[in-house]
């Protein structure tokens, strides 16, 4: 029995033909020991029948928002926060649109607004769909939120088409559920995180930087907030909206990203250095624009601090967790860094590949400790966090007994 055991989870199911899978779900869900209660939409009702559901939950069903005899008996705000999960399966191309912006026009999409719980998607839909840029636009949002996407299934389609968009069976959808980390797992811990890149100034209109959009760190973040840790984000300049429950504190250069995490890190339990810190600054910051009258223009620079550095070696260091960004070599790096910035955990990644790391939606790591390693393959974002922050978690607690 994993982290289902005693889960209250909200299955909500939208009008897909896969929705004759749910009663199914249901089933594997309460076999983990968790409590399920399922929310409909309209068009859902065209492909599961709500008694069945209702028979195999054990619960009655709900699907109106406006219905005043469901509304007594558990309102929406309540059900919202009798969540300790949300799961749609299968989210259609159209309430992921919903979700995406917001949208609040029936119980479900209200339901996700309403809830504190983390939120998972099991989209299903035909291939060309799934492949649209306005869908994949609308998962990439979601999944900036902290909303786990559980990819779908290749394969023969109901349509006759093939390829991605079958909703992957009930038995894996539990299995990775029952997989997460389970709730509360860092209650009253403090996580501190950095993300993004830094901006070292030039002149008043210049600076240099990095391609880290911060997506990866603010999605460690999320996942550390989800388990119950109170978090805070010391964040340089990136065009994200601030993660829920998450306390940020917005820094441009690397001193002030220093300043702000040795602040933060004397009472901190664990911290996690996502962030492309600039490894060197310009020896001086120019008080008028430079203009260019010469051919070449030589710049110096000088080394920054090393922020992970500085918090490993504190007197009563918390479980310190760096990244290595590398182009090659990436495991010897890797493995040398966590032995010379003496960390407890790193995340190898490597950053020559095109379709994971710097400013792209999915990533895949390599963890190593002092004497294990795990691999994480490519998926979102959100999801690798969530298997990160699993293993540090794991590995916070073992060292601390
Ligand atoms: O932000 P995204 O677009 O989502 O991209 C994510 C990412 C690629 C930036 C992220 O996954 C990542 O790999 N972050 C580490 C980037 C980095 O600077 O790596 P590094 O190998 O140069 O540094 C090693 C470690 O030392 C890092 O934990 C870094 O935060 C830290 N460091 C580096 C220099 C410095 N002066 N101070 C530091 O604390």
Redesign the pocket.
């Known amino acids: 029995m994993g982290s289902l055991l005693n889960t209250n989870i909200l299955l909500g199911v939208t009008g897909g033909i896969a929705a004759y899978k749910t009663p199914d779900l249901v089933r594997k869900l309460k076999a983990k020991g968790a409590n399920v209660r399922v929310v409909l939409t309209q068009s859902a009702k065209e492909f599961v029948s709500p008694l069945s559901l209702q028979a195999v939950s054990g619960n009655s069903v709900s699907d109106d928002l406006l219905d005043p005899a469901a509304e007594a008996a558990m309102g929406h705000i309540e059900l919202a926060k009798w969540a300790d999960l949300l799961i749609i399966a299968p989210a259609t191309a159209n309430t992921i649109a919903k979700l995406a912006h917001g949208l609040a026009d029936d119980l479900l999409t209200t339901l996700v607004l309403a809830t504190t719980a983390p939120v998972h998607i099991a989209p299903a839909m035909n291939q060309q769909m799934w492949h649209a840029t306005a869908t994949q636009d609308n998962l990439a949002i979601l999944g900036r939120r902290g909303v786990t996407i559980i990819a779908p299934d290749q394969g023969e389609q109901a349509c006759g088409d093939v390829g991605p968009g079958r909703m992957p069976e009930p038995q894996d959808i539990a299995d990775r559920l029952d997989e997460l980390p389970a709730q509360g797992l860092l209650q009253g811990v403090k996580v501190v995180i950095?993300?993004?890149p830094t901006r070292e100034h030039i002149d008043p209109v210049r600076y240099m930087s990095n391609?880290?959009?911060?997506?990866?760190?603010y999605a460690v973040a999320s996942a550390a907030q989800q388990m119950g840790a109170s978090v805070v984000l010391v964040s340089g300049p990136v065009n994200l909206p601030p993660p829920s429950g998450v306390t940020v504190q917005k820094v441009t250069t690397?001193e002030e990203m220093l300043a702000a995490v040795m602040a933060e890190t004397q009472d901190c339990d664990i911290f996690i250095?996502?962030?492309?810190?600039?490894?060197y600054r310009p020896s001086q910051v120019v008080d008028q624009k430079i203009k260019k009258s010469n051919t070449e223009l030589t710049l110096t620079f000088v080394k920054?601090?090393?922020?992970?550095?500085s918090v490993a070696a504190l007197p009563r260091p918390p479980f310190t967790v760096?990244?290595?960004?590398?182009t090659q070599n990436v495991a010897q790096y890797a493995k040398d860094?966590l032995a010379r910035?003496k960390l407890d955990l790193i995340?190898a990644?490597d950053?020559s590949r095109q379709d994971i790391?710097?400013?792209?939606e999915q990533?895949a790591l390599t963890l190593y400790w002092a004497n294990g390693e795990k691999q994480l393959d490519k998926a979102s974002?959100s999801q690798i966090a969530m298997q990160l922050m699993a293993s540090i978690t794991q590995q916070y607690h073992q060292k601390k007994q």
Do not use: Q, R, W, Y
């Open positions: 950095t993300a993004g391609h880290s959009s911060g997506k990866m760190g690397a250095g996502c962030a492309a810190v600039a490894d920054n601090p090393d922020i992970l550095t760096g990244f290595a960004a590398e860094k910035k995340a990644n950053v790391g710097f400013n792209s990533n974002k």
